[in-house]
T-cell receptor, first 116, second 116 residues
Framework: GESVGLHLPTLSVQEGDNSIINCAYS??????FIWYKQESGKGPQFIID?????DKRQGQRVTVLLNKTVKHLSLQIAATQPGDSAVYFC???????????????FGQGTTLQVKP | ETGVTQSPTHLIKTRGQQVTLRCSSQ?????VSWYQQALGQGPQFIFQ???????GRGNFPPRFSGLQFPNYSSELNVNALELDDSALYLC???????????????FGPGTRLTVL
């Protein structure tokens, strides 16, 4: 079946440094990926997405990289701030054959801790 | 523009009872998905509603059911509650589907259900 995994459950960085959060997926047919940020007691908040026809996409202070060869994507956060402290999830759009199922498949999440 | 809203925010039920959770989709979104998030885990897809019909279902028993209304709002009903149903229940809405192309899902704050 499809699965999405993150390499590290916890990442601790110094304020001002860059953060890189990694994610691996299993389904080579996956064509859409989303990164979400979830703060304690809140729902997941959309950060950035990328489709499989792209290798890189940039937002404000965030960059997502997609490597389809090794089925890996990463989220880079520039100049990490205390407000970036949260759990980060990558999600993959589920497929049944070539059809989009409409469901998102989430990884376990990486907790980002920003030290002042 | 109003985001996804959910009610209630918290709920405590006892085993065997039934519960109804409610969701209002973001303005302009006609697709609603429901997810269950256990503590420390990523969200798990329950089902999706599109045009008032179920449009995909995850690995959840039939005692999990739902509805979507003409205004695109939705309900999640869970019968015969079990202790393991304790979780954060998330609703996500997404824009009208364009063919088989997946799109971003935007989440509400969730309903925290505790089953005693």
């Amino acid at each position: 079946g499809e699965s999405v995994g993150l390499h590290l459950p916890t990442l601790s960085v110094q304020e001002g440094d860059n953060s890189i959060i990694n994610c691996a997926y299993s389904n080579s047919a996956s064509d859409y990926f989303i990164w979400y940020k979830q703060e304690s007691g809140k729902g997941p908040q959309f950060i950035i997405d990328i489709r499989s026809n792209m290798d890189k996409r940039q937002g404000q202070r965030v960059t997502v990289l997609l490597n389809k060869t090794v089925k890996h994507l990463s989220l880079q956060i520039a100049a990490t701030q205390p407000g970036d402290s949260a759990v980060y999830f990558c999600a993959e759009n589920g497929h049944q054959g070539s059809s989009n199922t409409g469901k998102l498949i989430f990884g376990q999440g990486t907790t980002l801790q920003v030290k002042p | 523009e109003t985001g996804v809203t959910q009610s209630p925010t918290h709920l405590i039920k006892t085993r065997g009872q039934q519960v109804t959770l409610r969701c209002s989709s973001q303005s302009g979104h006609n697709t609603v998905s429901w997810y269950q998030q256990a503590l420390g885990q990523g969200p798990q897809f329950i089902f999706q509603y599109y045009r008032e019909e179920e449009n995909g279902r995850g690995n959840f028993p039939p005692r999990f059911s739902g509805l979507q209304f003409p205004n695109y709002s939705s309900e999640l009903n869970v019968n015969a509650l079990e202790l393991d149903d304790s979780a954060l229940y998330l609703c996500a809405s997404s824009p009208p589907l364009a063919g088989n192309i997946p799109d971003t899902q935007y989440f509400g704050p969730g309903t925290r259900l505790t089953v005693l």
